[in-house]
């Protein structure tokens, strides 16, 4: 027995928070693979002002359950570039309103609930056929643990209602709220969940093993404690990851610091009872979960009214440079539609554009590679990788959309090398992935890249890019493609030759023993992509130059 706990509620009490957690974690995992895609597009909707992004960061919320989540997710888009550090503020301001709804489930009282929605969960997954089917059963499932976790708690919790050690430590939490502020920072740092911590606070509140003036200190606590995943992700990222890292702890620590006095003097408890009549409940467990509510609701609406001030004095905090991360298309303007051949000429452009950011990605692996670049330098083919996708997208919309149009055979067979084009030149980009993974596999595993390697290396990639070049100003009116074709097949020829003479001489070197089998593969891995850059190139050319002649 523990002072008057037996075993048993022990177990309850542990037990009952790791499957909340458990739950808790697994509910947000289903609920992002059943979104999908769409995640992307709920962020996109964030961009629209600071409204909509504050609506967006408390509905993600509200479905992951899970500020943490939502704020690691917004510092990995704006680490991609698909969001600016403006832009993102407002997610997490939402986020701290959303993250308030778990304790307002739990002060509903359902949590004996759970028992009766895991058997439909399980059903769903069982017998659905389908993926998404499976996945919507699981994320019940899931659900249905987070309450059976918190109906354990509160079975483990009850004995200790009558237990004076303990009345007396929860009694000083509202004696002294900067002690309650700490202990709740410090275990919701731990288990890095705020959800987690304020429903603990919720079910001790509904056994009555807490009074609302000592929950106030732990829920307020929690949203302290909360920033230390935001941070520990920021690890490593962009500036602007970084600047959304610090947003969401200085947001929470200045928000808690502002409204202690309050607190200590007792008038923000007398606001909540007020809230909490009007509202017409006035239950301890509502109490708290109002408390929480009250708190990041009002702090969050107050400031995102100043999101350019409070930009500024973050960027201030965390001041420097970084390289603009480019976004979307730069020439695609539909009102050119009416005109087929200015369309044809913005995506020309655009092609030349996207191509020489692809040109830039691959040119940075193979100096990452020969050691030329830092690895902090080439992590940024993501960024660009991002960029490229997104250009291919709405220029073969676009694309399309021109094909639509009346236009002529000769703009016809224009369009479809075009359309062509911006494949291979997205395959540009999935090949320089390739060598950063590529590049990564030698630093973890120690492979070593002799002298001699990386000067075939470079060998291959200073003929390979002559044809990129070639491909690339082929998006350029240009003269003489019948002159430009000849250098480019003799090119390809070339880099086909000098491959399969590499190959030759790495099978051999490996037979002799004087190459390691980590080695060996490394080189064939990157001599065989850029083998392919240089295919893709070459289609490039043929493309355009043919289309051009014609």
Request: net charge negative.
């Amino acid at each position: 027995m523990i002072g008057p706990l037996e075993h048993q509620h022990v177990a309850y009490i542990v037990g009952g928070l790791g499957i909340f957690l458990y739950g808790l974690v697994s509910f947000s995992e289903y609920l992002k693979e059943i979104a999908g895609v769409r995640l992307k597009s709920i962020l996109d909707a964030a961009t629209r002002s600071p409204w909509t992004g504050l609506l967006t960061g408390v509905l993600m919320t509200m479905l992951v359950q899970s500020s943490s989540i939502v704020s690691i997710v917004t510092i990995a888009f704006v680490n991609s570039g698909l969001l600016r550090f403006d832009q993102a503020l407002g997610l997490i301001f939402g986020a701290n309103i959303g993250t308030t709804i778990t304790a307002q489930i739990v002060a509903f009282k359902i949590t004996e609930w759970g028992f009766f929605i895991f058997p439909i969960g399980l059903l769903f997954f069982l017998l659905g056929r389908k993926k998404r089917i499976r996945d919507i059963g699981q994320s019940i499932i899931a659900f249905a643990t987070l309450l059976i976790g918190l109906y354990l708690m509160e079975k483990g919790l009850y004995p200790l209602r009558n237990y004076e050690p303990f009345i007396q430590l929860m009694a000083s939490m509202g004696e002294h709220p900067f002690k309650g502020i700490m202990v709740s920072s410090l275990f919701t740092g731990i288990i890095q969940s705020s959800s987690a911590t304020t429903a603990l606070v919720v079910t001790m509140a509904s056994q009555q093993l807490i009074a609302i003036s000592s929950a106030i200190p732990l829920v307020l606590g929690a949203n302290i404690g909360t920033t230390v995943t935001a941070l520990l992700a920021s690890i490593g990222t962009r500036l602007s990851a970084k600047r959304i890292a610090l947003s969401h702890f200085l947001f929470n620590v200045v928000g808690v610091i502002i409204i202690y006095p309050f607190i200590v003097n007792g008038w923000y408890e007398r606001a909540v009872f007020s809230v909490s009549g009007l509202l017409g409940d006035m239950s301890v467990e509502r109490l708290v979960a109002n408390s929480h509510s009250l708190f990041n609701i009002l702090w969050s609406l107050f400031w995102v009214w100043q999101i350019p001030l409070f930009s500024r004095i973050i960027k201030s905090l965390l001041k420097g440079e970084e390289k603009t991360c480019l976004q979307g298309t730069a020439y695609l303007d539909r009102r050119l539609l009416q005109t087929p051949s200015l369309a044809v000429d913005a995506v020309r452009k655009e092609l030349y554009r996207m191509a020489t950011v692809a040109h830039e990605m691959l040119d940075s692996q193979i100096k990452n590679i020969a050691g030329d670049l830092p690895y902090s330098e080439a992590k940024r083919v993501w960024e660009l990788e991002n960029l490229v996708n997104e250009v291919q997208r709405k220029t073969l919309t676009y694309l399309r959309d021109i094909h639509g149009e009346n236009i002529s055979d000769e703009m016809s067979q224009a369009v479809s090398a075009l359309m062509q084009s911006v494949d291979d030149i997205e395959r540009w980009g999935d090949h320089a992935t390739n060598l950063f993974e590529i590049s990564e596999f030698i630093f973890e595993n120690n492979v070593r890249v002799n002298e001699g390697t990386k000067w075939i290396i470079k060998e291959l990639y200073s003929l390979v890019n002559q044809n990129i070049m070639q491909a690339i100003n082929t998006f350029n009116l240009f003269e003489y493609p019948d002159q430009i074709m000849k250098k480019a097949v003799s090119i390809e020829q070339q880099i086909d030759q000098n491959v399969k003479d590499y190959r030759s001489h790495r099978s051999e070197t490996y037979i002799s023993g004087e190459t390691e089998v980590e080695s060996a593969l490394v080189f064939t891995d990157i001599i065989m992509n850029l083998e392919r850059v240089a295919d893709h190139a070459f289609n490039i050319i043929q493309l355009n130059t043919s289309s051009f002649s014609s």
